[in-house]
Each structure stands twice: as structure tokens, then as C-alpha cells.
């Protein structure tokens, strides 16, 4: 059980009343409590405020949490897979501590990360790709719609940037399994109080920012290298977390060097052949796009991503969850060297109040490499792995929190035609089918030389078995020598 960080279970807070601790992560925590007026329980989330903020930084963080509320309310309310806020405000502990929160729909069920961890515990297989498209189809249908949400000025590019199998819940309402997506990049919350109050969450490598390791994208852990975050990082997400659905366990694992060496190595990507998971080549295909290194790679958003998913298994287009503006097919302009930038010098000019504002309508493709950390404000009403801040680079102050890039220029370009994508190795299962063949063969030519040569010694005084001038010893080295070029034949052919 997790410990009541605030000091706030027992007490009615508004009108909730708070029941207990349900679990805490890195920047909340998240309290049962009863809803007095609605007769019904509900999640608290009591986001972790570092420091004290004074009067008017706190308003103006107030007025930024409001700002990202209203947006999770009209995500929530067009797109179902969202979890529904209720209420958002802010508590005053008896030791004076600030805690904004929000009071989501109460859910029960489990985490994706729960259900898959159970059924190894249970002996039972992973989920089978059917399975797996089943049950992810409204979690990318829903990203897709985000990604392109329509707002009053225009569509609105609304990113995760944390998608995992922690923040995928099974829920069970009124005896239906309905999916729900957690914490929509509940992190910039965390980014915006601190600026707020004059403080940078950094460690040693100077970049403030925050995601869970093992799900990071390539962009994550090196965006001077890659560019920012966007539509393309939630596709790295979802794709790992289908490739752990398949495989039954956490892919990418180890410390944070070791999760950072998988995440950025070209020669082998965490695809589900590459993970023991055997699927049609044009579905492997699929995958080593959506987890391409270079954001460039990869499919634009997460519904270009789940169209090619669809398509490769020979399934009916899935549909959207609202009606989504056409996607815009102007070839993007090239992407230049990259140019150093002084630490004191901001990617693009500061707004008000010195926050750094979102890149414009017309940005190029060259101002996609600089790095980003605007995500979205979003619930979390049941217990998620907590999120670690990292420090690998240099990053600029985050966006406000109310600001809202245009979809226009975060168009992505089809992969380079400069480069040719590396070759993954191959994995355990993959070994096993190509060889199983030629092993036999030349099994069995072994033991048939070993029968014949026991048969002459024992039963035909040395004389080799055979028919005429044909001998039995002929057959097994035919057999060898097949599987040997059998053997050479696929290894030579792979494309792995």
C-alpha cells in the first residue's frame, strides 16, 4: 500500500470525501474518495508540486492546470478511451503544502501491464496478434484523433509522449470491457511549476525532462540528435507496448544506459520477430517502421501506423473515434545539418512572462530538430509506474502550458531513400525455423552412417550394406550435404 503522502486520507476535502491511498507514482498520487454530492466514488489525483509557489506563480500555474483540464474534459468528451475528469482544484494541507488536483471517473479493472504480467504468473501464452489488434484498436484510434483533434482555431496536436501498458487500463463498465488511456503527458504539469517557480528540474547531463525509460523513444533520450517529441514518439510507444502484449513480457529492459543502448541501436530494433514473436513479414515490416531510430522513419501519427497494422493482417479499416480533419500530403522540406546552439539561446522566441512558445504554423522541417517538451495534461486514476526524470542533453524551458502547436508542421516525410534500413538480427524463433529443416536432414544422414557402420561390423563381417554397386552410405551423405546447402540457402536469402 502506498503512504498517504499529504495527510489527507479521512478528511473531506470539498465535496470529497477521501477514503484512501491507491497508489503513487513520480509526480501524483492517487486517493479513492466519495463524491457526497454524486453519491459515488471517484479518483483523486494530487499532483507532486515541487517547492513553494508563491501568490501570483501560483495563480498563474492555476490558470495553466484550468486551461489543461478544459482540454482533457473536451478530449474526454469526444474521444470515449479518455478518462472522464470530474472536477479539478487545489488543497491546503494543515502544513500549508499546495496540491493541485484532479478528480477523475473511478474504474475498475486492471492495467495492461497488470493483465499481461498475470497471465505469465498464470502460465498462460501471451496474447495472440488478433488478440493484442483487438484490444489496442481503440487506444490508436483514440491517439489518432488526438493527434488531429479539432479545436476552435483549428486541429490541435495532442501527444502522450508516455504510452505504455501501465497507462492502458481494462476497465469493466456495466459488465463490458472498455479500454481507457491514462495520464495524457500529465508531465508538462510538472514542467510548468517549476518554471513557474523559478526552478529546473535537472540532473547531470542538463535535460529536463521526464518519461519511463523503458518505453522512451530514440527522441526521449536524445532530442539534439533526433529533434523533439510529437505524434511520432506516441507511435514508438504503441508499438512497443503491442510488441509487449505479444511477447508476454517487458521488452526493453536494464538500467538506463542499457535501455538507452536498445532504444538508439540501429542494427537491432525491438521488433516482435526480433523478440521470438513469429508474424507475417509484411506485419514485422510494419513494425521496424513504427520503431525506426530516426523519427523520420516512422509513420506520422498513430493513425497512419494502425492503417498499415490493419492492412498487413487483412482487416477492415478501423474507424476513428470523431471525424478527423483530411491529413495534409505536402511533401515537408528537407532536414539540414544540424547547428549547435548555445545553451542561453532559446529554439525559438520567448512568449510572455519569458516561457518559450510553440513553433510556428509555417515551421520547416529544420525546426522540427529542436528540442520539445509540450505534452498534454491528462488523468491518471489508477496506479502507474512512476516517471524518472532523465538527464542526457541539453533542453530549452518547456512551452506554456496552455500553448497548442498547429498539426501543420509536425507533418512527417516517408523514410529516407538515402539510407538503407538496417538489418535486424535474428531472433531465437526465427533460428529455430530456418534450421529445423537442414538439422533433420543431416541428422539423419548421421545416423543412418551410424547404423550402416554398426550393421557391418556386427552382422556383414565389414561388408557395407547396399544393393549392387548402391550403398547405404551414399544416402546419408546426400542427406548432409542437402542440409548444409539448405542451411546456407536461407542464411544467404534472409533479410534479417
Partial sequence: ??????????????????????????FGVVYRAHHEAFRAPVALKCLKIPGALPGPQRAQFLEKFREEAELLFRLSAAIPAVVRPLHHDVISTASGVFVPFIA???????????HIASRAARGQPPLSPGEAI????????????????????????????????????????????????????????RDAAT???????TTSGGLATAFTPAYGAPEQWAPKRFGKTGPWTDVW?????????????????????????????????PTPGNEGVLLPEALEDVFRRALAVDPRDRFRDAGAFWDEVERALGLPRSAP???????SHAPPAARGPATPRAASQPPWPAGPGGLARTAPAD??????????????????????EPLVPLALDWSPPAPALGARPSCA?????????????????????ELVSMFALPVRLAGAGVLITVLDQGAASLLLDGQRFGIGPFRLLYVAVGLVVLGIVIAVYRLFTSDR
Fill in 237 to 269: 510507444g504503441l508499438a512497443i507496448t503491442v510488441v509487449e502484449a505479444l511477447a508476454g513480457r517487458e521488452i526493453i529492459a536494464g538500467d538506463h544506459v542499457a535501455m538507452m543502448g536498445t532504444a538508439l541501436d540501429e542494427r537491432r530494433r
Fill in 321 to 327: 473515434p470523431i471525424a478527423l480533419p483530411a491529413r
Fill in 363 to 384: 515551421a520547416s522541417m529544420r525546426e522540427l530538430d529542436l528540442p520539445e517538451r509540450a505534452g498534454r495534461l491528462a488523468p491518471h486514476s489508477l496506479p502507474t
Fill in 104 to 114: 477523475l471517473e473511478w474504474l475498475e479493472g486492471s492495467t495492461l501491464a497488470s
Fill in 134 to 189: 483487438r484490444l489496442l484498436t481503440p487506444v490508436a484510434r483514440a491517439l489518432e484523433a488526438a493527434h488531429r483533434f479539432p479545436g476552435p482555431g483549428g486541429p490541435q496536436c495532442v501527444v502522450h509522449r508516455d504510452l505504455k501498458p501501465a497507462n492502458i487500463f481494462l476497465a469493466e463498465i456495466h459488465g463490458a470491457e472498455v479500454v481507457k488511456i491514462l495520464d495524457f503527458g500529465i508531465a508538462s504539469a
Fill in 195 to 201: 518554471l513557474t517557480a523559478g526552478q529546473t528540474a
Fill in 1 to 26: 500500500m502506498a503512504d498517504d503522502v499529504f495527510g489527507i486520507v479521512g478528511t473531506t476535502q470539498g465535496a470529497f470525501k477521501v477514503e484512501r491511498v491507491v497508489a503513487e507514482g513520480g
Fill in 409 to 429: 508542421p509536425l507533418r512527417m516525410p516517408p523514410p529516407r531513400a538515402d539510407r538503407a534500413p538496417a538489418r535486424p538480427s535474428l531472433g531465437a524463433a
